[in-house]
């Protein structure tokens, strides 16, 4: 079954154009000029349940939007949208109890009264039973390691407390689908991890639902099965992050530093053979790229041991995700390397 | 039950907030007492150059004033839009108050609930009875029902008319210069519509209708015949303007665009 079914969901703003000068804030006051924005641009995409699932975007890129329209608070401007059974937007009050809302930007909490007394207004407001709301409670409260924060103010908390106070909050009522749009920004490593961790347990323990937004990537690394890379509205990547490595990954870099000097030639000559592409700065630095169908220690072989050739250091190193997705963004599209249909 | 059971809630939130800020909380009984204090000065200066406005007595006057500061304060209580487009358009509070399984409007009410508004119906109430004495008003027992009705249906008056025009903030970032205005003309309701043009009679009327919120209900209980019709006609008005509020305001919802990010 499909926690989250969307099909061809846009969301078009309309923009102010405002004119520049005196001259042109007063025609603004008369006849106003819009710009239609689409924020987001014909999207679809289905997650079942029990995945969790990272969005992933430039800034601007429409993620928020799209968390938005999926809980309910903006209504789209077209496309269909299925959450957990309900179109967000028509049924939102019988909707929102069946999901938790984490937006890391912005407090869910009230800011002057206690965590714990903000844990008992939305015991009310969800309706908990007493008895499953205390059962909760100590669960995430030990789990989280709350314990002497609950009884101050929300605006007494540092960042991470705050955060950690904000997931209970979001999921005292045992939503089945949790939202979370850049739930680490701002955290330390430690605070991080353990949010990883928590997350984790949760989607394992009751299977609930995740798509999370967020600029980390190790948080999809740490996360995620499957991510949906969003570019200017459009969906431009759906799928596993093994693929996305693997496809997109430019393989291995070795980084050799030479005794003496050893020219770019003499080691292209070296590796002639091999489809490998060499670049050096100077005569005792080298760098080569070895795509992932070959094997680094074919290349290794040719180098090293070679009698003219003193190496005097060997770094090999992975294409990490972050230079991976750098490199999308940057080309605005991973369409240019696709082969297959997995990429949209 | 639910809505009654988050009303307590929330009132309990608030004392416990409010008792740590004391001081505050009798800063702000006492500005709004003077407030009242103030309009009643205007009506004994008015009626100390004259006996009787349009055909009404100072006592009159009075106690339709009374009349009006019950709804008002009730209004004040527990529909405290004043911040709305700042805090939750601007900053972007409205997202939160979407994901939660309570009606939006009536969150954002019970987040704003305001109890030393109330004190001001009290004096209201103080000052009726004051006034109908000294008028030699006779007290029918179905006065204490329809005084209820009245005042419920005069609140839900002034709450469909600042819904309505709160819901425009939902198409524009900036448009609350309309209601200062609207304060303005709200207090000319507690006098007798009579005395104006009948253009501005209409306005109160009908188009906005502040005369419902003080002086057509106040005249049943002064026996001003005159208006009886009108006075029925109160929690006609109620229903409709509560409509037109509450329509305009999910209209409004549909239209938020959300802040920042």
Redo the contacts between chains.
Sequence with gaps: MNAIEVEHLSKI?KVQKSRAGLKGALQDLFSRQYNEVPAVNDISFSIPSGEICGYIGE?GAGK??TI?ML?????PTSGKLNVGGYVP?EE???F??N?G?V?G????L?W??GVI?SF??LR????VPEQDYKRRLDELVQRLDLGDLLSRPVRKLSLGQRMRCELVAALLHNPSIVFLDEPTIGLDIIVKTEIREFLKDMNRQYGTTILLTTHDLQDIEALCSRVIMLDEGRIIYDGGLDTLKTRWGQGTRITFQFGTACPLPKLQALTSDLAVSWTADNDLHAEVLVSSDLNVSDVLAKVVGQPEITITDIKITETTTDEIVRQIYQTGSAQNNASDGQVV | MYYIGLVIEYLKNYLKTRLTYRADFWVEVISDLLMQASNLIFIFVVFGHTNSLGGWSEAEVIFVYGFFMIPFGLFTCFVNLWNFSDRYIVKGEMDRILTRPAYNLFQIFLENIDPPGLIGSLIGVVIMIASGSQLGLELVWWHFPIMILFAISATLIYAGIYIALTSLSFYSDSPTGILPLLYNIQNYGRYPVTIYNRTIQFLLTWIIPFAFVGIYPASLFLGRTEMFHMAWLTPVMAIIFATIGLTSWNIGVKKYRGAGS
């Design positions: 703003f800034n928020s939007t938005k809980t309910g608070i903006l209504v937007h939102r009050e019988k929102v109890r999901i809302v937006f930007q912005r407090s869910q009230w002057d009264i007394e008992g207004l009310k407001v969800y309706g």
